[in-house]
């Protein structure tokens, strides 16, 4: 959930209602944004839209692979580079290199402040397109989903999956990651979250372990994980 004090949305719904009830009221959300057609990133799209009132920004893989579950919600169509303003959030859509028809991060502006916050999830690889978003922002949330050496010792994958997840079109590693914040001038931030991560080939441990191999002090003061099942929380669109 992104929010200032007049807006809130929520990016990708791949977790049931209940979960999201104890967080907010069910009229308060003024759209449901979806990266893409994988099935953690939308498979409740249509119900919360439902219990949320609210509309759904998708691209039409999306809509297309799940119109029975989207059956009576408001569909927006989005593509890449699209702006939506949405009350007094601006959302732009920019691609990312995933294995989706279609997959989308987001930047999204506080139009009464000047927050930025640039999101970015399920990409194999940092675009120049990717990095031009990052560097407007103020606030950056990024993948990390795996760690190269617990990926590599998980016996439960395939080998196939295995390369899958590290190819360019799979997912940043712990890794990939940090050198890609390398590359950023970091002073420019006040927060930057972690997200994303895998519980069978990640962990917060580990994560912290290898930021704080890469990233100096004054920049892992800046560092929060996403929780896997609770809020995080920041000042709002921070």
């Known amino acids: 959930m992104i929010y200032n004090k007049k807006t809130k949305i929520l990016i990708d719904s791949g977790v049931a209602v209940k979960h999201i009830k104890p967080y907010v009221a069910q009229d308060s959300v003024n759209a449901i944004f979806i ?13 919360m839209a439902r219990y949320l009132c609210c509309p759904i920004y998708a691209s039409k893989t999306v809509f297309e692979n799940k119109a029975k579950d989207l059956d009576g919600c408001n569909l927006i169509k989005v593509k890449s580079g699209n702006t939506f303003e949405i009350k007094t959030l601006r959302v732009t859509t920019f691609s990312t290199k995933h294995d989706a028809k279609m997959s989308f991060g987001f930047f999204i502006e506080d139009m009464e402040s000047d927050s930025k916050l640039c999101l970015i999830t399920d990409t194999g690889t940092i675009s120049p397109l990717i990095e031009s978003f990052a560097r407007r922002a103020n606030t950056l949330m990024i993948e990390t989903d795996y760690d190269d050496q617990m990926l590599t010792d998980y016996a439960e994958y395939d080998e196939w999956l295995k390369d899958r997840i590290r190819s360019d079109f799979g997912h940043l590693s712990n890794k990939q990651t940090m050198m890609f914040l390398q590359s950023l001038d970091l002073k420019n931030y006040r927060h930057i979250v972690f997200s994303h991560l895998s519980p069978r080939t990640n962990s ?3 994560l912290t372990k290898v930021a704080s191999d890469h990233l100096d002090k004054t920049t892992m003061d800046k560092v929060k994980i996403a929780p896997l099942s609770v809020a995080l929380d920041l000042k709002p669109i921070v």
């Open 35 to 47: 990266s893409h057609e994988h099935s953690d990133h939308c498979s409740t799209a249509g119900a």
């Open 204 to 206: 917060p441990t580990q």
